[in-house]
């Protein structure tokens, strides 16, 4: 590992990714840190990673399907199509908020010891990865068990999907952590941002609904609609709407934000120390 | 073989003076930008607010393997500065340093501990922000709750240990890095006094086995015992470099001259009353070992002239001498004498190898009649006693406010019967 460093203002790219790289260890370590902080002092321990969607499901069910009475697709239960919704709009903001605040909380690192800081949004991902996982083994079994629905076969883009709602978590998360340091009103900011995305997302009613509407064209501009959609459609199959135009605007803002994100992030990081 | 090579390093902070809170908002962020705009685009305005402020300036070194650089200077005068650059925590402004081999750095003990965790869990977390891999980490696991004497907890979190504890599990860890290159900044003044000693025996365990070690404290005894050469910091600057004996003794004497020596030339603007007036007060050290520097063996004079403008007046000259933290060490007296008018010259002498480390101040009183207070003068002369010792490997703070070298004898008297 012994090998020469030049230390001058703007270091090179190269330098910084083979550090990223040697420094993966130290990746591991910090999200296996975080996972188990966040379980150690609850009582319930994992059991809020299923009782969180799930008391969101009956509430959003209540709410949407018996008092304001929003259809389903044909074919699928209501019920259902919240719980899938909520399962991929938690992991997205689960990502998004934990990355954008990683720096700030990690202050004290970023004060005393030296690693790239790209480190620590990409550890902040696993806590949201791991309740995701749970919340997600929730979902296929109340929709085997309860509605003796099987995933359909569509199951195989799943993966694609996933990345893709990671991608986009990232990308923004990433820019947010970066203007979080010298900003410290985004942190104010963000949970605003994941109230307005609950509603603005079709996660409590479904993307058909507002097919005929004015707004449409909008609202498949919108780079989560498609991650929400394309993720029911996967698990529920063709009864789902899903429409593929949505995923255009996905891919391209996510792919958009990710590079602008990583360089903004990585012109900014050296200045992380003199702000916080 | 020089291991790190700085060139012409500087690095600027710009202090904002109107905008002193933590963080800066959006707010402000914004105000600035919308001033910026409709001054038509002349930032003066704004940088009336800013001030440049150079934390280090045009710095110059090569360290060679196996050095053991100890850094020296006031608090701000750039050291912290210097080891966060050196460490890649903040990035010079301008110029480059090279660095060969692996560097490990302490700035502060027990980096990223996390209080949820245990002391095991934290040992492998620190370890790894510290730059080890877990396979070291694995290999130095026993040695490093030995060293620290946590083994009973360590599946407490480490929020229950004690503020000691805590140390010493940090400082453990760090002491079982294994880089070429060890950058220390000031973490050995934390822990008890047995801790400290530890931990200095550990630091020079280290560089006895040929790294390249820079370390910056205020423990002056510390660094004048672990390093071989020194660089004394003052604003910012690389002022001098060498040997640390020479180095410690310049930083010293820089800090403590100035204030030695107090002579009035005006005599309206001398302390005094219409009866007397100092003319002058010295603190005369005879410095030894060529050092330019008080130490605990320095015998020193305390001369002080002042003016009597009456007849026939009986006067003598009270001295106390205070611990900077306020208790009087002692109180001593000249005897009374009658003068006529004119100079009247004192001189108290403190010898060598009486006085503890620390700092002291002396007050004078002029007294007539052995009861009548003229005039006195509190915390006329202000002075630093440094550290020395000999043939100790001790470097804890040596406690007591004197230090007498006392008749104290030690000898065997007779041997253990039927041995």
């Given amino acids: 590992m012994a090998r020469n460093i030049t230390i001058k203002a703007g270091g090179s790219a190269k330098e910084y990714w083979l550090d990223l790289w040697e420094h993966r260890q130290l990746l591991w370590i910090l999200s296996k840190r975080d996972i188990s902080v966040r379980y150690k002092q609850t009582l319930l321990g994992v059991a809020w990673s299923v ?18 009475r929003l259809r389903p697709d044909t074919g699928v239960p209501y019920p259902l199509m919240v719980l899938g919704g909520i399962t991929i709009w938690t992991f997205f903001s689960n990502t998004f908020v934990q990355i954008s605040n990683s720096i700030t909380l990690n202050s004290n690192l970023v004060a005393k010891v030296y690693f790239p800081r790209l480190i620590m949004p990409l550890s902040a991902v696993s806590v949201g990865l791991v309740d995701f996982l749970i919340a997600f083994v929730l979902y296929l079994l109340i929709s085997v068990i309860g509605y003796g629905y099987l995933p359909s076969s569509n199951i195989v883009f799943l993966p694609f999907f996933l990345i893709l709602t990671f991608i986009t978590a990232f990308g923004f998360g990433l820019f947010f952590a970066a203007v979080n340091v010298r900003f410290r009103d985004i942190g104010q900011l963000i949970p605003f941002l994941m109230q307005v995305g609950i509603y603005a997302c079709p996660i409590a009613y479904s993307s058909q609904m507002v097919a005929d509407t004015w707004f449409y064209k909008y609202h498949l501009l919108n780079p989560v609609v498609s991650l929400v959609d394309g993720f029911r459609w996967c698990l529920l199959g063709n009864n789902a709407y899903f429409d593929h135009r ?28 003199d702000h916080l | 073989m020089s291991v790190i090579v700085a060139e012409n390093i500087s690095k600027r902070y710009i202090i904002d003076h109107k905008n002193q809170r933590s963080g800066g908002t959006i707010r402000d962020w914004f105000s600035d930008t919308s001033k910026r705009l409709f001054s038509g685009g002349k930032k003066d305005r704004l940088l009336e607010s800013k001030e440049e402020f150079w934390a280090l300036k045009d710095v110059n070194f090569e360290i060679e393997q196996g050095d053991r650089v100890g850094i020296v200077g006031h608090n701000g005068a750039g050291k912290s500065t210097l080891l966060k650059v050196l460490s890649r925590i903040t990035e010079p402004t301008t110029g480059r340093v090279n660095i060969s081999g692996r560097v490990a750095s302490l700035l502060e ?24 891999t877990q396979h070291e980490i694995k290999k130095s696991f026993d040695a490093i709750v030995d060293f620290a004497g946590v083994e009973r907890f360590l599946d407490t979190p480490v929020k229950r240990y004690s503020s000691g504890m805590y140390v010493r599990l940090g400082f453990a860890i760090a002491a079982h890095l294994e880089p ?9 003044a934390v822990g008890d006094a047995e801790f400290q000693k530890k931990s200095l025996g550990k630091m020079r365990d280290v560089s006895e086995s040929g790294r390249t070690i820079l370390f910056v404290s205020h423990n002056l005894t510390a660094v004048q015992s672990l390093c071989n050469k020194a660089f004394y910091f003052e604003k910012g600057q690389l002022l001098e470099q060498g040997d640390t004996t020479h180095i410690v003794s310049t930083y010293l004497s820089r800090v403590s001259r100035k204030s030695l020596e107090h002579v009035w030339d005006d005599l309206s603007r001398a302390p005094g009353t219409n009866e007397v007036r100092l003319k002058s007060l010295r603190l005369l050290p005879d410095y030894q070992d060529n050092l330019s520097h008080i130490d605990v063996r320095t015998p020193m004079r305390l001369a002080c002239e002042f003016w009597n403008y009456e007849d026939n007046t009986t006067l003598n000259l009270s001295m106390h001498l205070y611990a900077y933290t306020g208790e009087c060490i002692f109180n001593v007296g000249t005897k009374a004498k009658s003068f006529s008018k004119g100079l009247v010259e004192a001189v108290c002498e403190i010898p060598g190898n009486f006085l503890n480390d620390g700092s002291y101040v002396i007050s004078l009183m002029v007294v007539k009649n052995t009861s009548e207070v003229l005039f006195s003068l509190e915390e006329a002369i202000t002075f630093d006693i440094q550290d ?5 490997s001790w470097y804890g703070k040596w406690p007591g406010y004197i230090r007498p070298q006392l008749n104290f004898s030690i000898s065997q008297t007779e041997p253990v019967p039927n041995d």
């Fill in chain 1, 51 to 68: 009782i969180r969607p799930l008391a969101t499901m009956i509430v959003m069910t209540i709410a949407f399907s018996v008092v304001a």
């Fill in chain 1, 246 to 273: 949505s995923l255009y605007s996905t891919i391209i803002v996510s792919a958009v934000a990710m590079i602008f994100s990583i360089s903004y992030f990585r012109k900014k990081e050296s200045s992380f120390v």
């Fill in chain 2, 109 to 132: 003990v027990g980096t990223g501990f996390h209080p949820e965790l245990t002391g095991r869990e934290n040992i492998y977390l620190n370890g790894a922000v510290l730059g080890m």
């Fill in chain 2, 180 to 188: 070429e290159i060890l950058i220390v900044d000031e973490v050995l």
């Fill in chain 2, 388 to 392: 020395y010792r000999e043939g100790v």
